[in-house]
């Protein structure tokens, strides 16, 4: 299994306050990806990471930030939380871009009040 | 606008059936598609993968076929399991973005 985790794995939080996930990988790779899994929805793109410092925005990054500054850590920020962020939230990591295999995190689950 | 798209929510089959889960897609600059299986409170794995160029895909129990002309591919797998009872998400992308479908759920019956 690729080595990423994910902190916390389980966060209630309430409308306006800001959160922080935590996405940690042990494989070097270059690529970090923050997803969110929505039912109908399946798995869509918040923002990416190609390398430390380098972001770029997905499907659906109204309302997070996302910060690199280490290889292996990709931080995804929700500034104030709504109650539609409510959701599970995936990490993801590959060596390229597109067509290289993503490896997903166990998810973090966030309720927002 | 969905570019990849699983109409079946779920499907339930018996042990040592076979499974057929299609999905469509739209986006013409997708060249690669990719099946990930997701089990319950764990992230998805991924699980096969075809290139446009080829119409199928083997392994071991799983097969992807792939139609350019009706923009659809299809995941068998033959026999069925119980172990295979999860959710299974379907993916395109065309180097950049990889787009996924919302999933169909599905049930293995021993």
């Known amino acids: 299994d690729a080595g990423i985790t994910q902190s916390p794995r389980h966060k209630v939080t309430e409308t306006g306050t800001p959160v922080t996930l935590r996405c940690h990988q042990t494989e070097n790779h270059r690529y970090m990806y923050w997803y969110r899994q929505d039912p109908g929805h399946g798995l869509r793109l918040i923002h990416y990471s190609y390398g430390v410092k380098d972001t770029d925005k997905g499907e659906v990054s109204d309302g997070y ?17 709504t109650s539609s962020q409510t959701s599970v939230y995936f ?4 060596e390229g871009r597109g067509r290289d ?5 166990p998810g973090t689950r966030l309720t927002v009040l | 606008d969905q570019q990849v ?10 042990e040592g059936r076979i499974s057929i889960l ?12 990719l099946w990930y299986k997701k089990y319950p409170a764990e992230g998805p794995t991924f699980l096969i993968s075809i290139s446009s160029i ?14 350019k002309s009706a923009k659809h591919l299809s995941l068998h797998i033959v026999p069925s399991q119980p172990g ?3 959710v ?11 787009i996924f479908g919302a999933g169909t759920r599905l049930f293995v019956k021993a």
């Open chain 2, 22 to 33: 299609n999905c469509d897609y739209t986006n013409s600059m997708f060249d690669y598609f």
């Open chain 1, 91 to 94: 990490c993801a990591i590959s």
């Open chain 2, 84 to 86: 295979d009872s999860a």
């Open chain 1, 65 to 81: 930030s996302v910060s690199r500054s280490k290889t292996e850590d990709f931080l995804l920020t929700l500034e104030s939380a």
């Open chain 2, 54 to 67: 080829k119409d199928k895909n083997e392994d071991g129990r799983f097969t992807v076929f792939l139609n």
């Open chain 1, 101 to 105: 295999t993503q490896y997903f995190g």
């Open chain 2, 88 to 98: 299974y998400f379907c993916a395109g992308t065309g180097g950049f973005k990889t």
């Open chain 2, 5 to 14: 798209k699983q109409n079946s929510p779920s499907l339930s089959v018996q």
